[in-house]
């Protein structure tokens, strides 16, 4: 389902698409043109030591990605994530684990 805000309902929140997430129960957004695809349950394979936030690493169509349970890396606390969502910043690939998809969210400049 996709939704639609003009920037003078929440003028913080910048022009564009957005991905809303969950995340402990709370919504969080993500800039739709970082987004590579939305995975349903993948696993991914434990580092021994790692940081309480990285779940492991994946591989997605030949790139091995770190897995970050995106709740813990902010505070929330540790999650039961559903989907991983891949990401592509800067050149760079990484994946999200999140508790929840829900929808785009395109957000209009305010006239």
Same mark, same amino acid.
């Given at each position: 389902?996709? =939704? !639609?805000? /003009?920037? #003078?309902?929440?003028?913080?929140? %910048? %022009?564009?698409?957005?991905?809303?997430?969950?995340?402990?129960? *709370?919504?969080?957004?993500?800039?739709? %043109?970082?987004?590579?695809? @939305?995975?349903?349950?993948?696993?991914?394979?434990?580092?021994?030591?790692?940081?309480?936030?990285? $779940?492991? +690493?994946?591989?997605?169509?030949?790139?091995? $990605?770190?897995?970050?349970?995106?709740? =813990?890396?902010?505070?929330?606390?540790? #999650?039961?994530? !559903?989907?991983?969502?891949?990401? *592509?910043?800067?050149?760079?690939? /990484?994946?999200?684990? +999140?508790?929840? @998809? *829900?929808?785009?969210?395109? @957000?209009? +400049? =305010?006239?």
């Amino acid at each position: 389902m996709n =939704a !639609q805000v /003009q920037t #003078s309902m929440c003028p913080d929140f %910048p %022009p564009g698409p957005w991905l809303l997430t969950l995340l402990a129960g *709370e919504r969080y957004a993500l800039p739709v %043109p970082w987004l590579r695809e @939305v995975l349903r349950g993948h696993p991914a394979d434990p580092i021994p030591g790692g940081p309480p936030a990285l $779940l492991g +690493v994946m591989h997605v169509r030949g790139e091995v $990605l770190p897995v970050l349970d995106l709740s =813990a890396a902010l505070g929330l606390g540790s #999650s039961n994530p !559903q989907y991983v969502i891949v990401t *592509e910043f800067n050149r760079h690939m /990484q994946a999200f684990a +999140v508790g929840g @998809v *829900e929808r785009i969210l395109h @957000v209009d +400049v =305010a006239d």
